[in-house]
């Protein structure tokens, strides 16, 4: 037997996301998605983001990625025939505070079609890099006063695991809405994609 048929390659630390993430990255944050001009409802999204054991990260970086409010997306493979305002990213990325923090300034994004061309409930995407993780996880984020109900993506989750990609509003702050991680544990872990 060869000495190749006896070797096992297990995961190392240099094959984990993070957790030097601030290293070089810095110039890559963007939290502003919408500048001057751009139509839609202005929003914030601020919350944290948590290890299975419910500890803050610190090292970690959350991005997302978004249609505008006449739901298309700063993208030239979005070709479609909708408003599209050049001030408009669609796309930030942070990384978290000290306490696991991130906080992003936006607009409510409108409503896109799914593969088979039915509309989804306004989300954002986000995708989320942080140690110990092989590869970045991907959720969404929904609005609690959307209809989710012919959303074919959230038909696909639980009824009882629909809360955790539900950003809650802020009491006394218009337009702001708290969305925390938690990427693993209980029963509130968030709910995350395969793609």
Known sequence: MSAEKNLRLGATPSQTVGPYLHIGLD?????ELAGPGVAGERIVIQGRLFDADRAPIPDGVIEIWQANSHGRYAHPDDDRALPLESTFVGFGRTPTGGNGEFRFSTIKPGRVPAVNEQPQAPHIMVNVFARGLLRQAVTRIYFPEDDHAL?????????????????QPVAGQAGVFEWNILLGGDQNETVFFDV
């Open 151 to 167: 959303d074919p993506v959230m038909a696909m989750v639980p009824a009882n695991r629909r809360m955790t990609l539900i950003a």
């Open 27 to 31: 110039w890559l944050t963007t939290t």
